[in-house]
């Protein structure tokens, strides 16, 4: 078996001396991979592009633009200094240089003139030091992590086995605990009545999720009735409270625990009124435990603002409304003026982190698949990263409204941030997406695949590519751009794992682009094709198909000075209209119209043996009359022969032909031949 070719680690040298810089990559070249900094300026340049990379950094004190303290003062401010170590190689030894560059993190210091060992060892002895020390802190962090999965996890799974056997949306308990520690930090700051911690308030947040669990005890068959309670039912659903806190005291361990003591509060008193008038115990005022109080009222915010078998959804001034004005009950004062306080926060809040119901289930499935495959598992700790990646992801895209998208390779599945969901029409998960019907009919087939081949060319080197086309945007169709960039696992072999991107409206974009071709290439007053853009299309054309049959054909309108003159320019203009529009009309796709300029007009077409016909048909399509004014035409051609395909060619010998036909009386067309050539040179002679 061939041995795995190991990646050289990265090593940046910063130093404005050449000389140095080469020394030291002599030095440790055959082991790392270096990368060079002439100052400090161009280091902090590659910290910011290779500081994940980089396993130490050499940096000289005195270097233009920026010197090395300079540099460790950025790498201090972005907290580079953490990650990436460094070793101050320079002559200068002064003691308070030497001091400061320690003061501002430096790992060693090494002075010039430098011996070879002496540099790689220290080289070596730092990496190998901040290797261990990351991987110490990486284990005492998990274990720090892995105790909190013994309350945060199975809280949750117990809290969302409730919800879903409740057939809701499984946001419930998400939503509670987030409304419930906004509620209390709010509370903290505007009194100083409950004496709550930062741990009591992160406490109560946990316990909040379990404030329903009694409900597992209520049958289906009233615990999801679309319609009003009869009173039995009512009192059979009243019981969960004190289910709920009987399932807690019953524990056989760990009823002493905090978040237990507090979760029974909740669940008995969650339902309890500031009046007097809840239930269970008909417990009033300071009498309910802040955290039942809190707990209550996040969980009537939600009620209201979620849609229920039962009832749709009130809007978020609707529910609040509602609480103030005492129809869900009476509760303290101060907790609704926590509310109020809050309620934007809130609704913005729960937005961000509020997709729609079938993206949430298809979110559920997927999980569930994937912890179904232990060796996949992975830490508490990368799950809640991975969740506040999201959420940030989730939010940014709302500020910006943009259509932003995560896309996976394993399972294949496409995920549209929140706002580009309405914008697309779409749920916000999409499994298979490109035998998505939905999906296709917004984007098209073509489009969609075209995308995915862009996708599939890309590399570790280069992750980002861009595609333009027309997509359904608000159900019309808009020219959009988008931007994406692939993500690759692994070093050796590295593996696709998706992409992320985002959709860009171009929509006016492509069409004043479209706008600003078609004026630089066209005649404004006739829409044909201007002079300087058909000559450079027809030498293309010719340049194409050199041995192809073309005719070049010059004609201008006779006695159009008359128009302008008799009736002024405005109708002299329409009747160039008048001409070109003739004119569009009367060749095939394929071949050229444009104005040369004044009443001067160009035809280029292509014929295979019948060239006869196809002028005399052009010419008595263009002759007639304009409101009263008569259209005379002179025309003169020229074909491809000989060899003498040239554009300038052409022209000329049409233009010539023309010539001939105006000397001879006007009102007819004529090919160019050496006869032409021969009376043009005998006029001129004469004249």
């Known amino acids: ?137 990486s284990l005492v962090s998990d274990q720090i992590y892995e105790k909190e999965k013994n309350s945060d996890l199975m809280v949750n799974i117990l809290s969302h086995i409730v919800e879903f056997r409740n057939g809701e949306s499984g946001l419930h308990v998400l939503h509670i605990q987030t409304i419930t520690e906004m509620l209390l930090k709010k509370l903290v700051q505007i009194t100083g009545q409950y004496r709550l911690s930062a741990s009591d308030v992160s406490l109560i947040g946990k316990a909040s999720a379990l404030h329903d669990i009694g409900k597992i005890a209520i049958p289906d068959e009233v615990l999801n009735k679309p319609g009003r309670f009869t009173p039995e039912e009512y009192e059979q659903m009243k019981t969960h409270a004190a289910i709920g806190a009987s399932m807690l005291e019953e524990l056989p ?56 078998v039962y009832k749709d959804a009130y809007s978020h001034e609707k529910a609040i409304q509602m609480i103030v004005n005492g129809e869900c009950g009476v509760f303290n004062p101060i907790l609704l003026e926590c509310l109020q306080s809050i ?126 086309c027309e997509i359904q945007i608000n159900g019309s169709p808009r020219w959009s751009r988008i931007i994406s960039r692939t993500m690759w696992f692994g070093e050796e072999n590295p593996q696709c794992t998706g992409a992320i991107g985002k959709v860009v409206d171009i929509h006016e974009e492509r069409l004043q682009m479209a706008d600003l ?73 394929e071949d050229v119209a444009a104005r040369v300029g004044g009443d001067e007009f160009l035809i280029f077409l292509e014929y295979k043996t019948d060239l006869e016909a196809a002028i005399q048909r052009i010419f008595r399509t263009l002759t007639g009359e304009f409101n009263g004014f008569p259209i005379s035409l002179s025309m003169g051609i020229a074909k491809t022969e000989n060899s003498q395909n040239e554009y300038d060619v052409l022209f000329h010998r049409a233009d010539q032909a023309l010539y001939a036909v105006k000397r001879g009386g006007r009102g007819r067309y004529r090919y160019y031949d050496d006869s032409i050539k021969d009376t043009l040179s005998v006029i001129s002679s004469i004249d």
């Not at 972005?78 to 400061?100: G, K, L």
Request: hydrophobic share 35%.
């Open 1 to 137: 078996m061939k041995n795995k070719i190991r990646k050289k680690q990265k090593v940046l040298i910063a130093d404005d001396s050449e000389m140095n810089r080469s020394i030291l990559a002599d030095m440790l070249g055959e082991d790392f991979e270096i990368i060079e900094a002439v100052d400090g300026k161009q280091a902090v340049t590659m910290l910011q592009k290779y500081s994940v990379e980089l396993s130490i950094l050499l940096l000289d004190i005195v270097m233009p633009e920026m010197d090395g303290f300079e540099v460790l003062a950025m790498m201090n401010q972005y907290r580079w200094i953490e990650d990436v170590p460094v070793i101050m190689i320079s002559a200068e030894t002064s003691p308070s240089y030497i001091e400061r560059a320690y003061e501002l993190g430096v790992t060693d210091f090494v002075s010039r003139p430098f011996d070879e060992l002496i540099v790689r060892r220290r080289v070596l002895n730092t990496i190998m030091l901040y290797a261990k020390q990351k991987k110490l802190v």
């Open 343 to 468: 309620g934007e926060n809130v609704r913005s809040e729960l937005q961000v982190n509020s997709p729609n119901q079938h993206s949430q289930r298809e979110i559920h499935n997927v999980t569930a698949e994937i912890l179904r495959h232990e060796e996949l598992g992975v830490s508490e700790r990368t799950l809640r990263l991975l969740e506040h990646e999201r959420t940030k992801f989730q939010f940014f895209s709302s500020l910006s409204q943009e259509i932003q998208f995560e896309y996976t390779t394993q399972p294949p599945m496409l995920s549209v941030y929140d706002w580009g969901t309405h914008q697309l029409g779409l749920n916000e998960i999409i499994m298979n997406p490109e035998e998505d019907e939905a999906l296709i009919g917004v984007i098209g087939k073509d489009n969609l695949h075209q995308l995915t081949e862009k996708l599939h060319k890309t590399t570790p080197e280069s992750p980002v590519t861009q595609f333009d």
């Open 517 to 589: 071709q078609h004026r630089a290439s066209h005649d404004l007053l006739t829409g044909l094709m201007n002079h300087t853009y058909a000559k450079e299309y027809i030498q293309q054309r010719l340049k194409n198909r050199p041995d192809g049959n073309f005719a070049l054909v010059i004609f201008d309108l006779d006695h159009f000075k008359q128009a302008n003159d008799n009736y002024g320019h405005s109708f002299g203009d329409q009747v160039l209209q008048y001409v070109a529009d003739k004119l569009s009309r009367s060749i095939r796709g």
């Open 253 to 308: 361990f760990y009823g002493e625990e905090p978040l237990v003591k507090i979760a029974y509060q909740i669940c008995r008193w969650h339902h309890e009124r500031y009046d007097g008038k809840g239930y269970p115990d008909g417990l009033k005022g300071e009498e309910i435990p802040i955290s039942a109080q809190i707990v209550s009222l996040a969980d009537v915010y939600d009620a209201l603002t979620s849609k229920r």
